[in-house]
T-cell receptor, first 116, second 108 residues
Framework: GAVVSQHPSRVICKSGTSVKIECRSLDFQATTMFWYRQFPKQSLMLMATSNEGSKATYEQGVEKDKFLINHASLTLSTLTVTSAHPEDSSFYIC????????????FGPGTRLTVT | GQNIDQPTEMTATEGAIVQINCTYQTSGFNGLFWYQQHAGEAPTFLSYNVLDGLEEKGRFSSFLSRSKGYSYLLLKELQMKDSASYLCAVRERDKLSFGAGTTVTVRA
């Protein structure tokens, strides 16, 4: 089946620094990748949608200058949290979707970010 | 946007059946998903409904009524490993919106 990986699985950083999270589709080409954030005991909230080779589309309330998304190839998307603050501590999950009529999103294992 | 409602918690006994309801309001319905999520892990796909009716897959079944904005996930022959959060997600165009999840606890 389709596999999506994320790296790192856990990261701790200091307030004010930047952190990059990678999302890779291992055995398929992902035309579209999605980035979600999940706070404890809450559901997944879509942050942005990225299509390979084009700019990401951000959801309302998500700062595009703070959460930089790059989808440079059909197998890799990156999310960079810039100038991280403690309130950015969360579980970040990516998902990937093949092109065409494919409806299913394949989720990565998630990245636990803790900002101290 | 969507309003997606599902119960917060449910408890059931091993071997029993549990039904998790989900109601939604959306302007551009394009399918409904059910996912299972264990704590600290990513969601895993359980089922997908785009047409009205029942989809059965082993111990799990999912039902959809588009006119009522209603779906349910039925878990049969509950096992301890089924203790998890179950997320209802509505697809609108190309985006998924998730409910808050239902935490199911299976007791021996």
């Amino acid at each position: 089946g389709a596999v999506v990986s994320q790296h790192p699985s856990r990261v701790i950083c200091k307030s004010g620094t930047s952190v990059k999270i990678e999302c890779r589709s291992l055995d398929f080409q992902a035309t579209t990748m999605f980035w979600y954030r999940q706070f404890p005991k809450q559901s997944l909230m879509l942050m942005a949608t990225s299509n390979e080779g084009s700019k990401a589309t951000y959801e309302q309330g998500v700062e595009k200058d703070k959460f930089l998304i790059n989808h440079a190839s059909l197998t890799l998307s990156t999310l960079t949290v810039t100038s991280a603050h403690p309130e950015d501590s969360s579980f970040y999950i990516c998902s990937a979707r093949e092109g065409g009529d494919s409806y299913e999103q394949y989720f990565g294992p998630g990245t636990r970010l803790t900002v101290t | 946007g969507q309003n997606i409602d599902q119960p917060t918690e449910m408890t059931a006994t091993e071997g029993a059946i549990v039904q998790i309801n989900c109601t939604y309001q959306t302007s551009g319905f394009n399918g409904l998903f059910w996912y299972q999520q264990h704590a600290g892990e990513a969601p895993t796909f359980l089922s997908y409904n785009v047409l009205d009716g029942l989809e059965e897959k082993g111990r799990f079944s999912s039902f959809l009524s588009r006119s009522k904005g209603y779906s349910y996930l039925l878990l049969k022959e509950l096992q301890m490993k089924d203790s998890a959060s179950y997320l209802c997600a509505v697809r609108e165009r190309d985006k998924l919106s998730f409910g808050a999840g239902t935490t199911v606890t299976v007791r021996a």
